[in-house]
């Protein structure tokens, strides 16, 4: 393989449930390695485990692809449907003596035992004896002695000791291969140039470059990724409780963020950038990127970050998957799309907005202590005063817009001295009745209109006058 070929990589997950964050990452960095070079990225189903299909986990693959905007070049290809090939190239071991046939019996949970090397040594003339009475077998890979060398993009030159891999199955009583025998065909006869897998695949790769060899076929560009911890430091799993990607879309985390921030698990463009369109990410990406130290999935920096993409998201688009919460949340006469950009880079996801703006259609019971407030100095005294005051502009405010209203406030404030925030924060707590507020308190005096606001304002004296 020349570093001008063009690669070609696939995503071969088992339909055997969610899409986890580890896959996830696994088909996006798949994906950026195809594009990055001008590529093909293709999807393989890899079903030959029958007993631990999930019914819809294709659909649930196929959905979570589509959602993170990872589109594929060909497929996708089920296992399943060319079984016939797998078994024609492990009767092609068999005949060069690169495997075997063993007649042992699998375990009752399915699976075989691990096998002592009898059969190995079983005679051809033997073997095709069984063969042809009809006993039960499976095609097993023939371990050769010695050692087995490979090299892997991230973690580097690696040799074991053959001695510690074991006689693994190729082909399963029923016909079907094992994924340890189809994805070396699948990947020979589909030209991947690069496999793109956890870590955790590291110690079956000797046998894998074994099959290769075996098979005279020359093995694709081993990528290895470090592992995905959750914050306990343990491997990202659903029976902890981690949450899934589909988990984390209908958590309200937009998918284009989850793709970014999953996409800096383990990779750095090498500078201090954050924040990566897909297209963006594939013009950056290099494997010289990756790291070999496991990543933190930290749910507090994914959170930081959907909120970050709410901020940089365009007025309009954000406008239109707010709206049908607004409008639940809002029934008073009111310009939602201004309400919408207000929420905007106040929120971290679309279902902060209910709480965010729930006072505009009526305001809480809330406490007078909100008028104390140590930074702009203000104490009940001081609110009680710039809110009488503050009522007495307004009450003969034309036209009551966020400018004007502004205007006369601010003004205000330098006639008796004080600083802006000391007529203004007052304001802001009496209208809103929160100790935080979508916009400030000009803002909301148009927002609420005249009458509203100087209702407010009098329950706001009223309860400092109390």
């Not at 070609?8 to 996006?28: C, K, Q, V």
């Not at 491997?235 to 309200?252: I, N, T």
Request: proline share 6%; with cysteine.
């Amino acid at each position: 393989m020349t570093e001008t070929t063009r690669p070609r990589t696939r995503f071969a997950p088992s339909p055997t449930g969610y899409m986890h964050i580890g896959n996830l990452r696994t088909a996006i960095f798949e994906y950026l390695l195809a594009k990055s070079g001008g590529g093909d990225f293709i999807l393989r189903i890899e079903d030959t485990d029958q007993a631990r299909l999930v019914p819809g986990s294709v659909d649930v693959i196929l959905k979570s692809l589509a959602l993170a905007g990872v589109t594929y070049d060909e497929g996708p290809y089920y296992q399943s449907e060319r079984r016939g090939i797998y078994a024609e190239y492990a009767k092609r071991l068999v005949e060069t003596g690169g495997a075997y046939y063993c007649f042992c019996e699998p375990k009752e949970r399915g699976g075989y035992e691990k096998y002592d090397g009898a059969c190995s040594r079983v005679p051809r003339a033997e073997a095709e004896s069984r063969l042809r009475a009809g006993e039960p077998w499976v095609i097993r890979q023939r371990i050769p002695p010695g050692r087995t060398s490979f090299a892997d993009a991230v973690f580097g030159g690696i040799t074991v000791d053959n001695a510690e891999l074991d006689d693994q199955v190729l082909i399963k009583r029923d016909g079907m291969p094992t994924y340890n025998f189809a994805n070396v065909v699948d990947d020979h006869l589909m030209g991947i140039t690069h496999v793109v897998r956890g870590s955790e695949y590291l110690s079956s790769t000797p046998k894998y470059s074994l099959l290769y060899a075996a098979l005279g076929w020359e093995p694709p560009v081993y990528v290895h990724l470090p592992l995905v911890l959750n914050a306990d430091g343990e491997k990202l799993s659903k029976r902890r409780g981690d949450a899934s990607f589909e988990d984390l879309v209908a958590m309200g985390y937009l998918p284009r963020a989850i793709v970014n921030f999953v996409a800096l698990l383990g990779w750095s463009p090498g500078d201090d950038r954050e924040f990566f369109t897909l297209s963006e990410l594939a013009g950056a990406f290099s494997i010289k990127g990756l790291s070999k130290s496991p990543s933190v999935f930290d749910m507090n920096k994914l959170t930081w970050m959907n909120g970050e993409y709410f901020k940089r998201m365009d007025p309009e688009e954000f406008f239109g998957m707010a709206l049908p919460s607004l409008k639940e949340s809002v029934a008073r006469p009111a310009d939602l799309r201004k309400i919408a950009e207000m929420c905007r880079t106040r929120i971290n996801f679309i279902s902060d907005i209910p709480a965010l703006v729930d006072f505009i259609d009526a305001l809480p019971d809330y406490d007078a202590s909100l008028y104390t407030h140590k930074k702009s100095k203000t104490d009940a005294a001081v609110s009680r005063s710039s809110l009488l005051a503050a009522r007495e502009a307004l009450a003969g405010a034309e036209p009551f817009d966020n400018d004007t209203v502004y205007r006369l406030l601010t003004e205000l404030a330098a006639v008796m001295g004080r600083k802006n925030s000391q007529l203004l924060w007052p304001a802001r707590t009496a209208l809103s009745g929160k100790p935080t507020s979508p916009c400030g308190a000009s803002e909301l005096c148009e927002l609420l209109g005249k009458d509203e606001t100087l209702a407010r304002i009098d329950i706001g004296i009223s309860k400092l006058s109390e």
